[in-house]
C-alpha cells in the first residue's frame, strides 16, 4: 500500500514536471538509461549537471560584470549551457538560453541580463523540484 | 607498386571476411565476440561537458559499444595516436575549450582516418555545413538520443567499405601496370586510364584470388600469388626527384616511362617500375588540382604554418613514422617494423655517445633519409617516455649490427621477403605486445642483433622474423642481398625496451587489426592544402599517393646531421609542437 502511495507520488511529480515543461522527452531518455547497473542514473546525471553549471552560472555572472559586455564570450557560455540543459531535458532552461543567446546576437545588454535572471531562477526551479522528486525515488 | 599492394595487404588483414562485419578474426587481441559486430564497436567519446560525456557513455554502453571518455581533444588525440587501432569511431563535440572540435575533426581523419561524428547543441546550417566540408561523417544535434547513437557503427563499415574499394582501384592499376608491361612493351605513351578498364577484370581477379589468401593474413600466399616476383622499387626521396625531373623535363604530357627511364639513368629500376609511378604520380597531380579547386578552409589550415603545422607538427612520432614508412612502402607491416627499428636504433643512441653510433648510421645515407623522420620521433618518444633504461645495451648492439659500409641495396635486401612478412610476421608482434602494454619495435634491431650470435635471451612467442621490414628503400636489385645477415631480423617484443609502457604502441591491439589495414597512414599535412578531408571516395587513394610523393620528402628538406643533433638535443623535450624540429612550412615547398 505504502509502496504503491509513494509510487503514485513519484508518478504524479514526474507527470507534473513533464506537464508544466520543466522537463522533456530527453530525460525520459534518461530514464531509460538507468538500469541495474546504474539504479540511481538519472540522479547522478542531473547532480553532476547542477554542480557544472553552476560554475558556468558563476562565470556568466562574472562577465555580466564587465562593460561593455562581451557578447561572444556570453553567447559561448550560454551554449554551453544550453548543450549541458539540454542533455538533462531541462526544458524550460533550455528556452531561457535561447532567450538569452538572442539578447546576445541583438547586443541588448539589459536583454541578456533580463534573461540571465529568468535562466537562473528556472535553473533553481527546477533543482529543488528534481531533488524532492529523487528524494521520494529514493524513499520507494 | 609497393604502394597498392601494400595498401591491399592492409585492407586484407583489416576486414578477411566480408560476409561478417567483425573486426576480430584475425585479430589476437579483440575482446569482442567474433560475429557480433556491432556490438564492441569501440567508440571514443569527446566532450569538455561532463553532462553530456556520461550520458553518451551510458547510452554508448547500452548500445553494447565499448566507450572511452574524453573531455579534452589534446587527449584524445594523443589516446588516438597511442592506439592507433584502438578505435573505430570518434565521437566529438563541436565546441569545446581546448580545441576547436572541427580541428579534431581534420586531425583525426589525417592521421588516423577514423570516421568522426560531430555532435552540438547549435543545429543551424552553417556549422553543419562545416561539419561535413571538414570531413565528418556525420553530425548530430544534441540532446543526443540513443536511436542516434545505436546506428553510428554503419560509418564504420561505410569508411571500410570506400577504403576497399580504393584498395581495389589501386590494386587494380598497379596489377594494370604489370600486364601492360608485357603487353605494350613498344607502347610509348603508357597511359593508366587507358588500360584501367580491359584488365580492370584481370586485375581484380587476381586481388580477389589474393583476397581469399589474405583472409587468413598468411602473407606468404599473397607473395606467392602475385604474378611477378620483381625487386620491390622504392621511390626514395632522391629517386622520385629523378624522376620528377625527367617527367618536368620532358614535359608531363610527354613523358614516357622509355624516356624517364633513359633520364633518370638510374640503374636497378625498369621500365616497368617508372610506368607504374608514372601511372601514380599522375593520378596525384590530378588530384591535387582537383583538390585545390574544391578546397575552402581547409587548404589554409594545411599551408598555415602556425594554425596547421603547428597542430600537424604535433603528431606523435609514430604517426609520422608509420607515414614516412608508408609512404615508403605502405605495407602494414611495414609500418609497424619501421617504428619498431627506428625505435631500436633511437635508444641505442640516446644511451651511448654519439660518436659512436651516429657514425654508421650516417654513412647509410639511405637509410638514414629515411629514418631521421622517423627516428626523430622514435627518439622522442623514446627519451620522454623511457629515461633511464637498463635495456640500452640491446640496441647498442643492434647498432653494431649494422655494418657502417652498408649500402641501400644492401638494406633493401631486406625488404626482399617482407611481403612474406607483413602479416604472418607483424601480427604475432601486435598481438603480443598487446598484453604487454607496450610495443616497441626496437627489438626488430635487437632480434638482427640476436642473428649474428648474439647472447640476447629470447623469450618465447613472440618472436617472429621481420625481414626486410626495415623501410629501408629498396632500389631493386635485391635479390643477391637477401642472403645478407640484415635479412633475418627477429622480433622479440619481450625484450623490448623497458621503461613502461612509453614507447609509442604502434599496433598495440592486433585484435583491431581491421583498423591496422583500414589505418592508412594518412599524412597529408605536407602543404598540399587539398580540401580532400572532406568525404571523398578518393580519399584514401589520394592520401596514399600524398604518402608516396610528400612524405618522402622529408628527408631531403634536412642535413642528415642536423637531425641527428635535433634529436639528441630534443630528447627530453615533451612532445609538443615541433618537437621534432620540423620545418613543416618549408613542406609547402617539397617539389612535387
Known amino acids: 500500500m505504502e509502496q504503491s502511495h509513494i509510487k503514485k507520488q513519484i508518478n504524479f511529480i514526474k507527470n507534473s514536471l513533464f506537464e508544466q ?94 534573461a540571465f535572471q529568468q535562466m537562473k531562477q528556472e535553473h533553481a526551479t527546477l533543482k529543488r523540484k528534481l531533488e524532492a522528486y529523487f528524494q521520494i525515488s529514493r524513499n520507494e | 607498386m609497393n604502394l597498392a599492394s601494400q595498401t591491399l595487404v592492409n585492407k586484407q588483414s583489416t576486414m578477411p571476411s566480408s560476409s561478417s562485419a567483425s573486426r576480430n578474426s584475425t585479430a589476437g587481441g579483440e ?66 575549450p581546448d580545441m576547436d572540435g572541427f580541428k579534431l575533426l581534420v586531425h583525426i581523419g589525417l592521421e588516423m582516418d577514423l570516421p568522426v561524428i560531430m555532435m552540438s547543441a547549435d543545429d543551424s546550417k552553417s556549422v553543419v555545413m562545416k561539419g561535413v566540408t571538414h570531413g565528418a561523417c556525420d553530425y548530430l544535434i544534441k540532446p543526443v538520443r540513443i536511436e542516434a547513437l545505436r546506428n553510428i557503427w ?139 579547386q574544391s578546397g575552402g578552409t581547409t587548404p589554409s589550415f594545411f599551408s598555415n604554418p602556425d594554425a596547421g603545422y603547428g597542430s600537424i607538427s604535433t603528431l ?6 608509420a607515414l614516412a614508412a608508408s609512404g615508403q612502402l605502405g605495407q602494414l607491416g611495414q609500418l609497424g617494423q619501421l617504428p619498431a627499428q ?68 644492401q638494406l633493401m635486401g631486406m625488404q626482399g621477403s617482407f611481403p612474406g612478412l607483413t602479416s604472418q610476421g607483424l601480427i604475432p608482434l601486435t598481438s603480443q ?26 623469450s618465447t612467442g613472440n618472436r617472429f622474423h621481420v625481414r626486410g621490414s626495415l623501410g629501408i628503400p629498396n632500389y631493386g636489385n635485391n635479390n643477391q642481398m637477401r642472403q645478407q645477415n640484415w635479412g633475418d631480423l627477429t622480433f622479440d617484443p619481450s625484450r623490448q625496451m623497458q621503461g613502461g609502457s612509453g614507447t609509442h604502441v604502434v599496433q598495440h591491439n592486433f585484435g583491431s587489426s581491421q583498423k591496422l589495414g583500414g589505418n592508412k597512414v594518412i599524412y597529408s599535412s605536407t602543404g598540399e592544402g587539398s580540401g580532400t578531408h572532406v568525404v571523398d571516395n578518393d580519399r584514401s587513394m589520394l592520401k596514399a599517393e600524398k604518402v608516396s610523393y610528400k612524405n618522402t620528402f622529408f628527408p631531403e628538406e634536412y642535413n642528415q646531421e642536423d637531425l641527428l643533433n635535433a634529436m639528441f638535443t630534443q630528447q627530453q623535450q615533451q612532445q609538443g609542437e615541433n618537437e621534432l624540429g620540423v620545418d613543416w612550412s618549408s613542406l609547402d615547398n617539397l617539389p612535387v
Open chain 2, 154 to 292: 554503419q560509418h564504420v563499415v561505410r569508411k571500410k567499405k570506400r577504403e576497399w574499394k580504393d584498395v581495389d582501384t589501386s590494386a587494380s592499376l598497379d596489377d594494370v601496370d604489370r600486364k601492360e608491361e608485357k603487353q605494350q612493351a613498344e607502347d610509348p605513351d603508357y597511359s593508366s586510364s587507358a588500360n584501367e578498364g580491359h584488365n580492370w577484370k584481370n586485375a581484380k581477379r587476381r586481388k580477389d584470388d589474393e583476397d581469399e589468401g589474405e583472409g587468413e593474413g598468411e602473407g606468404e600466399e599473397r607473395d606467392d600469388s602475385s604474378s611477378l616476383k620483381k625487386p620491390r622499387v622504392v621511390w626514395c626521396v632522391e629517386l622520385h626527384q629523378q624522376f620528377v625531373a625527367a617527367v618536368n623535363q620532358l614535359g608531363i604530357d610527354k613523358a614516357v616511362p622509355k624516356k624517364i627511364l633513359d633520364l633518370m639513368n638510374v640503374p636497378g629500376i625498369t621500365r616497368e617500375n617508372v610506368a607504374s609511378h608514372l601511372q601514380k604520380y599522375r593520378l596525384y597531380l590530378r588530384r591535387l588540382s582537383g583538390s585545390h
Open chain 2, 342 to 409: 627506428s625505435l631500436a636504433t633511437l635508444q641505442a643512441r640516446s644511451a651511448y655517445p654519439k660518436s659512436s653510433i651516429s657514425v654508421p648510421l650516417l654513412d647509410q645515407r639511405n637509410i638514414v633519409s629515411f629514418e631521421n623522420p622517423q627516428l626523430r620521433y622514435g627518439l622522442n618518444q623514446v627519451q620522454n617516455r623511457q629515461g633511464q633504461n637498463g635495456n640500452i645495451t640491446r640496441p647498442m648492439n643492434l647498432l653494431h649490427g649494422i655494418p657502417t659500409t652498408m649500402e641501400p641495396n
Open chain 1, 21 to 114: 515543461g520543466y522537463l522533456d522527452e530527453q530525460f525520459i531518455q534518461l530514464e531509460d538509461l538507468q538500469d541495474d547497473a546504474n539504479p540511481n542514473f538519472v540522479e547522478e546525471i542531473v547532480t553532476s549537471f547542477y554542480s557544472d553549471s553552476t560554475r558556468l552560472i558563476r562565470n556568466v555572472e562574472n562577465a555580466l560584470e564587465n562593460y561593455p559586455l562581451d557578447f561572444c564570450k556570453l553567447d559561448d557560455y550560454m551554449h554551453q549551457f544550453k548543450g549541458s540543459s539540454s542533455s538533462i531535458g531541462a526544458k524550460k532552461v533550455k528556452v531561457e538560453c535561447t532567450h538569452f543567446q538572442e539578447c546576445c546576437k541583438a547586443r541588448n545588454s539589459q536583454g541578456c541580463i533580463r
Open chain 2, 31 to 96: 575482446s569482442n565476440v567474433p560475429d557480433q559486430f556491432p556490438a564492441g564497436l569501440r567508440v571514443l567519446v569527446v566532450d569538455d561537458d561532463p553532462t553530456c560525456l556520461m550520458i553518451l557513455e551510458k547510452m554508448l554502453r547500452n548500445c553494447k559499444y565499448e566507450v572511452t571518455k574524453c573531455n579534452r581533444a589534446e587527449v584524445a588525440l594523443s589516446l588516438l595516436r597511442e592506439n592507433k587501432n584502438g578505435f573505430d569511431v570518434v565521437i566529438s563535440d563541436v565546441h569545446m
Open chain 2, 433 to 458: 605486445s598487446q598484453s604487454q602494454s607496450h610495443v616497441s619495435r626496437q627489438p626488430v634491431l635487437s632480434g638482427q642483433v640476436v642473428s649474428p650470435g648474439n647472447h640476447v635471451t629470447e
Open chain 2, 316 to 321: 606523435s612520432d609514430l604517426d609520422l613514422q
